[in-house]
């Protein structure tokens, strides 16, 4: 089985920031691409950012320049630096990972259970 946690949601004013981190454990023999994505309230889920094995990087245009995406392959962590806050960036955040399980078999994509980050002020 693979699961995977995330942590640092929570309330800021707006211009503040907030960093997200995403852990993945169990059964992993390796992980491809990791990423964020969001559901803003009464909205449906929309893509954040994503990084590759290799650490090549990707960004909605909503949050380029304000959000840096990073990873820690030796821990299968990834984090989501979030700067320079507004109140649209209000959502749940959900993290994904592409995830070859131990024992072979095909890539498939996990969840993390999502952490709710509010900017208001």
């Known amino acids: 089985q693979v699961q995977l946690v995330e942590s640092g949601g929570g309330s800021v004013q707006p211009g503040g920031s907030l960093r997200l981190s995403c852990a993945a454990s169990?059964?992993?023999?390796?992980?491809?691409?990791m990423g964020w994505y969001r559901q803003a309230p009464g909205k449906g889920l929309a893509w954040v950012a994503a990084i590759s094995s290799g650490g090549s990087t990707h960004y909605a245009d909503s949050v380029k320049g304000r959000f840096t995406i990073s990873r820690d392959n030796a821990k299968n962590t990834v984090y989501l630096q979030m700067n320079s806050l507004k109140p649209e960036d209000t959502a749940v955040y959900y993290c994904?990972?592409?995830?070859?399980?131990?024992?072979?078999?095909?890539?498939?994509?996990?969840w993390g259970q999502g952490t709710q980050v509010t900017v208001s002020s």
């Open positions: 169990g059964s992993i023999f390796s992980i491809s691409d």
């Open positions: 994904y990972g592409d995830i070859f399980p131990t024992g072979g078999g095909e890539v498939q994509r996990y």
